[in-house]
């Protein structure tokens, strides 16, 4: 199990560096990144997450039953993505970097990923509805964001009192 790291943690906020070796260690990061996510009931984490600043991210939507299975991990390594059309969709989004707080955010329809497996292995995915959204949320992460940088006014507003409120029940 890997400690997540929490928004408003300054770690979050970098950039990620290309991963350059596949090999057992980074089979153990991911293999532990897998075990963290499902213990802490994610769908993704990015190794960011765990203080990790490497271009990895997982991704395990529920199935029909409401279940992960592990046969449906998606492991993206140095993913790059590119939208498919103009359209976009809006969709309650959570982190677990950020415990607690859903809000609304507007994110592309449509999207296409290359990316590399575990063993190095060239990948590519066309993902639409909550696919496409979980890759976009992780990838931001890789690059230093996250989701409530793309708040509105109110879902801003929404998030002060969330973070106010989480002080005040740590204390």
Known sequence: MLEIITYPNKLLFTRSQEVEKFDENLHKLLDDMYET???SNGIGLAAIQV???LRIF???LLNDKEEQNKEDLIE???PVITPIGEGT???E???LSVPGFFEEVTRYDRIKV???DR???AKSLEADGLLAVAIQHENDHLNGHLFIEKLSFNGRKKLEKHLKNSKKSKK
């Open 37 to 39: 996510m499902i213990s």
């Open 51 to 53: 203080a990790k600043p």
């Open 58 to 60: 997982l991704i395990n």
């Open 76 to 78: 993206f390594i140095n």
């Open 89 to 91: 969709q809006v969709y």
């Open 93 to 95: 989004e959570g982190c």
């Open 114 to 116: 290359d990316y590399c």
């Open 119 to 121: 063993f190095g292995n």
